[in-house]
């Protein structure tokens, strides 16, 4: 089997890192950085947010498995000191692979046949960057509502626990092949009106927003903003491919969610 073992950076995980790399090649298992079928990620949800990225074209074949150094660890829920049984696992035991679903996010440009596309573990952010934002929202080829306000924020059920609920959206179980649709901060009186509530859409239902006006707007994917120019559409659905992890122990989302903002 092939590894590859990415780091925050820092001093600890630089550490950890060396050490997982040194264990797993002992078990002869072979450190391949291009064509890995376990990335172990060491740091936080955002180090596993960035080796998503790196394995967007390998999700097929590649699992991901997460080690936490000192931050919230959603994602990453292995601690320093299971080091050695996680690596145990990874060498010996066939382990399980739980399978979730990612979003596809296609903006298409006015004037060009141009388009972009990209996955997003957690979300796709919409925001301005001065005045507000105005955009139609269709949702499966249909107008919805004209969005007018600071932004939009469309996640995947794993990212429903990051910047989605801190917009007020609910916190989705990752099984479920979904996308949110969460407001940030939209202008309603009696001359705009939106829903005001996060719209949960199934698999089937595509979310496209068109800007109406020609105010400077960001789109972020996951950790990674995208200055974007011109654009004619922002379509959303969830994607094809789906984000493997390696499950070695049972770890229950609810519980896991209780741990990270209630109490562990
Ligand atoms: P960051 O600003 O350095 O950290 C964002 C925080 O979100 C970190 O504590 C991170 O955990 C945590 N996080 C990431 N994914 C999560 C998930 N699925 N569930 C629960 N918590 C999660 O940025 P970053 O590390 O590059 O991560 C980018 C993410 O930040 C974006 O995808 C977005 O979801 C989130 N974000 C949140 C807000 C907000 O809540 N107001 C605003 C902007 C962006 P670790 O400490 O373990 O890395």
Redesign the pocket.
């Known amino acids: 089997m092939k590894f590859t073992v990415k780091s ?1 950076g820092d001093h600890d995980s630089n550490m950890i890192t060396q050490k997982i790399k040194n264990y797993l090649q002992e078990f002869e298992l072979t450190y391949n950085s291009e064509e890995p079928d376990v990335v172990i990620s060491v ?8 080796a998503f990225h790196e394995y967007t074209d390998r999700l097929y074949d590649t699992a991901f498995v997460g080690v ?1 150094t ?7 829920d292995w601690k320093p000191d299971e080091v050695e049984k996680l690596v145990i696992h990874i060498a010996k035991t066939p382990f399980k692979i739980v399978e979730y679903p990612v979003l596809e996010v296609v903006v298409r440009h006015h004037g060009e046949q141009k388009t972009e596309r990209f996955l ?4 796709c ?1 919409v925001k301005s960057t001065e005045g507000s934002l105005v955009m139609d929202i269709e949702i499966k080829g249909d107008l919805f509502e004209t969005f007018r306000g600071d932004g939009l ?1 469309i ?1 995947t059920p ?10 007020g959206g609910a916190i989705l179980h990752p099984s479920l092949s979904t996308i949110q649709l969460a407001e940030m901060a939209s202008i309603n009186n009696r001359v705009y009106r939106t829903i005001g509530s996060p719209l949960v859409l199934p698999q089937h239902h595509t979310c496209l927003l068109k800007p109406l006006n020609d105010v400077d707007f960001q789109v ?1 994917i ?2 990674k903003t995208l200055l974007q120019k011109e654009v004619k559409s922002i379509q959303c659905r969830v994607a094809e491919e789906k984000v493997r992890f390696a499950r070695f122990r049972p770890f229950p989302f609810w519980k896991r969610v209780k741990e ?1 903002f209630i109490t562990d």
């Open positions: 925050r740091g936080g949800d955002g180090t596993l947010l960035e936490h000192g931050h919230l660890g959603f994602y990453a997003a573990l957690n979300e952010s924020c996640s794993s990212g429903s626990t990051a910047y989605n609920k801190a917009l972020t996951d950790h990270s």
